[in-house]
């Protein structure tokens, strides 16, 4: 009975699939993965440009209200426009990294702290907030740059290409799809990262990039394993860094915020 059957079968190849054990270029995949690592590294260190680390080391804080008065029960019931507004007043009296440098004007004078990253993540010393703020940017960054890159059809078959290059796939396989999201992953990130930088530098950057803004070819990026992140072109249009922070205070504003924001007034009061 069961004759007529095998027979029939043994006519087809043998079902392979079309691709190769492991990984071909081993040395593409190993560059991609240490990209993908900067995300832990110390991220102000590598974006911070030459001479713009912050003076101040701490905060002298004596009974700030946000220690002696604040409950520890971080709620805001505002609607969006009082939000706006208070960050809006935030940003025009307080000091922030790059205020008298970038802009126009001098530093106000205030407590002489990143007061707004203060304000936003109440650390001790301006630079731990500072690199709070970066590090924030950047992934904020790298979700919206990986929006751009899925949306965009002609990086979206670079990134297919090289998947299957690395993969050694014969074409488009489950493990080389795989490959090509880590490698638009990685390709966000290092557009990320060069946003951040220009940022730093006193430059803007858009929220969504167009295909002419967004500046990291997918060639240029495997150079950036050596840990280094090159200057890239700059952007008139876009957000500032204050701009970003203000984003950040509008979505995370709480009583807490309120009370920071006390401290530092405390502070200024007190220099």
Sequence with gaps: FWAPVISALSAYEPLQLSIKKGVEDKETEGRLERI???????LLALLLPDGMEPLRSSHDLKDPPSETAFSGINESRR???DRIFIAEYMTEIMNYYGRGHFEDGESL???GALELEYILYGGESDHANLSSAVRDLVLLRTGLDLIHILSDAEKRKEAEQLAIMITGALGFTPIAGIMTFFIMSVWALGQALCDVKALLRGERVRLMHTRESFS?????LLTFSDGKVEDEGSDDEGLS???YLRLFLIAG???EQDYRCMDMIQLALSA
């Design 109 to 111: 004078k205030g407590s």
């Design 79 to 81: 609607g969006i426009i």
């Design 36 to 42: 993908s690592e900067l995300i832990n590294a110390d």
């Design 216 to 220: 990291l070819s997918l060639g240029r």
């Design 253 to 255: 504003q709480g009583s």
């Design 241 to 243: 860094y204050a701009d």
